[in-house]
Antibody, heavy 122, light 111 residues
Framework: QVQLQESGPGLVKPSQTLSLTCTVSGASIGSSDFHWTWIRQPAGKGLEWIGRVHTTGNSYYNPSLQSRVTMSVDPSKNQFSLNLRSVTAADTAIYYC??????????????WGQGTLVIVSS | DIVMTQSPDSLAVSLGERATINCKSSKSVLLYSNNKNCLAWYQQKPGQPPKLLIYWASIRESGVPDRFRGSGSGTDFTLTISSLQAEDVAVYYCQQYHSSPTFGQGTKVEI
């Protein structure tokens, strides 16, 4: 069974870069046709799709975050990563990694990590 | 972006009674290539990630009880819990994937 686990700093200073990693177990990212996704949820609020990335390096980001987001995949470690630049307090949220069931285009999200809280504060 | 609006924001339902959650999209999410609606439903309990319930508007994910039913087409969708159980207390979200994915604001279901 595919499992995902987020990791990374829980506290990031304003204007710096938020960097998170998702480790996948139970499946090989490198041999998968699926895309790997980041979604975030501010405390007590709704869900926001950040973007998705494929092993080939193909990525697709939320237009509202596109200028600050980079995602990448490391098949050798079975991990994928999120970098969000120039963060502000508005980026404080629980960040989830998930598997996108879509191939060519985004679809639904069946497998999720447990989420990691990132607070942006000085 | 396609904006997803759920109603109500919260509802209280007696055990064994029906719960109905509505989701409206600002544009049609019907995919003409396969005549399917790009709409999913999730259940989120406190401290947990969302759990996929339904995709393509009406297809239940494996293992999801059949008391959960998704319906609708175009811009108007409904999630119905036919007989509410205590374990169904949660926040429910709809999500469209016709374009860059977006979620509704959530509907809190209580007993």
């Amino acid at each position: 069974q595919v499992q995902l686990q987020e990791s990374g700093p829980g506290l990031v200073k304003p204007s710096q870069t938020l960097s998170l990693t998702c480790t996948v177990s139970g499946a090989s990212i490198g041999s998968s046709d699926f895309h790997w996704t980041w979604i975030r949820q501010p405390a007590g609020k709704g869900l926001e799709w950040i973007g998705r990335v494929h092993t080939t390096g193909n990525s697709y980001y939320n237009p509202s975050l596109q200028s600050r987001v980079t995602m990448s995949v490391d098949p050798s470690k079975n991990q994928f990563s999120l970098n969000l630049r120039s963060v502000t307090a508005a980026d404080t949220a629980i960040y989830y990694c998930a598997r996108d069931e879509g191939l060519a285009v985004p679809r639904w999200f069946e497998r999720w990590g447990q989420g990691t809280l990132v607070i942006v504060s000085s | 972006d396609i904006v997803m609006t759920q109603s109500p924001d919260s509802l209280a339902v007696s055990l064994g009674e029906r719960a109905t959650i509505n989701c409206k999209s600002s544009k049609s999410v019907l995919l003409y290539s396969n005549n399917k609606n790009c709409l999913a439903w999730y259940q989120q309990k406190p401290g947990q990630p969302p759990k996929l319930l339904i995709y393509w508007a009406s297809i239940r994910e494996s293992g999801v009880p059949d008391r959960f039913r998704g319906s609708g087409s175009g811009t108007d969708f409904t999630l119905t819990i036919s007989s509410l159980q205590a374990e169904d207390v949660a926040v429910y979200y709809c999500q469209q994937y016709h374009s860059s994915p977006t979620f509704g604001q959530g509907t809190k279901v209580e007993i």
